[in-house]
């Protein structure tokens, strides 16, 4: 009796009974759905279907619409992911000086992260639209008109639009992370003769990598929402290089096809696990290395 009074007075079960609402909600909205959808995964159909084991994944695999939606959001995640963490450090690196017009001009990049998407596309079919802004400007240059989210720099508008979209978030993480770096680093490395280029990698690039980890970590996984906007700008079945993961899953669920859909799921859920995983264990290993 003595015992249980002991444990209930502790702290670790005062967390979890502060953790327990969130715990419940995310086992009933995520978990538990997530488990039931990797379920139906193995059975050839809803309800009373039979345990086929991997047929679903291997039929997958061969399917070329899933290969043409996994290539595309491979493609488009190694183009914007990097082009964000370059763009939105050195914007980190450039506010974190003294810069004429600083906190104007950090605003205005953080804006949009409070847009709606919908508003976002709205901006972006004005410009991009076949009678939109951009092809008035090349008509009046004598050039011809483009429609551009029916051609091949459809790939490329969007991931300009995710990189507009999430440059202020991670531009603001690295802000903290660049400002709680001890200043008294800078001074004694002036003193020894370091100029900002030895300072920048010796320096801030070194104690910014544990920042920078959870910035690409964060990144990877918004680059898997950017389906929102294609969806809304192109529909259904866009232009071939924007046929992503997520509307291959939206067009298995149209059709009902939920062994598809789940087994697709569970395959990407298992990739943004591995990322993560991997990230955080080179995370680890960094900072054991420099304790």
């Known amino acids: 009796m003595n015992r249980l009074r002991l444990l209930l007075r502790t702290d670790g079960f005062k967390a979890l009974w502060f953790l327990a ?23 050839d159909g809803a309800g009373d279907g039979k345990f086929v084991g991997l047929h679903n994944y291997l039929e997958l695999l061969h399917s070329s619409s899933f290969r043409k939606a996994t290539t ?5 995640t190694s183009i914007g992911v990097p082009l964000l963490i ?12 003294q810069l004429y017009l600083r906190n104007a001009f950090r605003t205005s990049i953080v804006l949009p992260l409070v847009v709606p998407v919908a508003s976002t596309v709205v901006i972006w079919q004005i410009f991009f639209d076949w009678n939109g802004t951009l092809n008035e400007w090349l008509h009046r240059l004598g050039g011809g008109r483009i429609d551009w989210m029916q051609s091949d720099w459809s790939l490329g508008i969007i991931a300009i639009m995710y990189i507009w979209k999430n440059i202020g978030y991670n531009m603001v993480l690295f802000l903290a992370g ?12 002036s003193i020894e003769g370091a100029g ?35 969806y809304l700008l192109a529909g259904d079945y866009p232009y071939d290089r924007l046929y992503m993961m997520q509307h291959y899953m939206n067009n298995m669920f149209a059709s009902l096809d939920i062994q598809k859909l789940t087994a697709a799921a569970t395959l990407m859920v298992c990739c943004i696990a591995s990322l993560a ?11 054991e290395n420099m304790e």
């Open 178 to 189: 660049l400002q709680s770096i001890p200043r008294d680093y800078y001074e004694t490395a």
């Open 196 to 230: 900002p280029i030895r300072q920048l990698f010796h320096i801030t690039l070194v104690y910014l990598t544990p920042t920078l980890f959870f910035v690409i970590l964060i990144s990877i996984v918004n680059s898997f929402k950017v389906f929102r906007e294609t």
């Open 86 to 97: 370059a763009l939105s450090l050195g914007l980190a690196l450039l506010l974190n000086t």
């Open 72 to 76: 595309n959001t491979l493609i488009f």
């Open 21 to 43: 609402p969130s715990a419940v909600g995310f086992s009933i909205f995520y978990l538990i759905p997530f488990a039931l959808g990797l379920g139906e995964s193995f059975m």
């Open 277 to 287: 995983i991997g990230l955080l264990t080179l995370e680890r290993k960094f900072r």
